[in-house]
C-alpha cells in the first residue's frame, strides 16, 4: 500500500462520503498520521481501530490521546513513551499527574529528566511555558 492510499481514503471519507465508512477508515489505519486525522475529522470520536493505528507511531499516539481520547490509556502511553520527548508531553499534557511508564521513558533523556523533574517541583506550573511548544 502506498501512503497515498491512506490520504485519499482519509480525504475521500472527508469530503466525498462526508462521514465514516469501514472500507476508507481501514484504509485510513494503514498510516498512523492518517489513523489520528481520521479518528478526529472524520469520526469525530475515539475508536480501537483508529487508536490502533494511530499507535505506530508516538507523535500520533500523544496526539490521538490528548486531542481525541482526552484522557490517558495504557496503550497510547506505551506508543508515546517510546520517545522521550512524547512521553514528556503526555506525561504533561495528557496523564497531568505521575504515572511509572512516562517518568521511566522521560528519564531516559537528560533533557527531558531536568524539565521533568522542574515540572513537579513547581506545581506544574511549567505547564504552560513548555508543554505546548511542540505544536
Sequence with gaps: MDIDDSWNAYFYAL???KGPKDSTRSIACKNPETAFNYALDVDKCPRDDTREGACGDPRYAYDYSYYVDKCPRDDTRKAACRVPYYAFYYAVGTDKC????????IHGD???????DEYQSEGGSLLNKACFTMI
Design 15 to 17: 469530503y466525498s462520503d
Design 110 to 116: 537528560p533533557f527531558y529528566s531536568r524539565l521533568y
Design 98 to 105: 505521575f504515572n511509572e511508564t512516562t517518568y521511566t521513558a
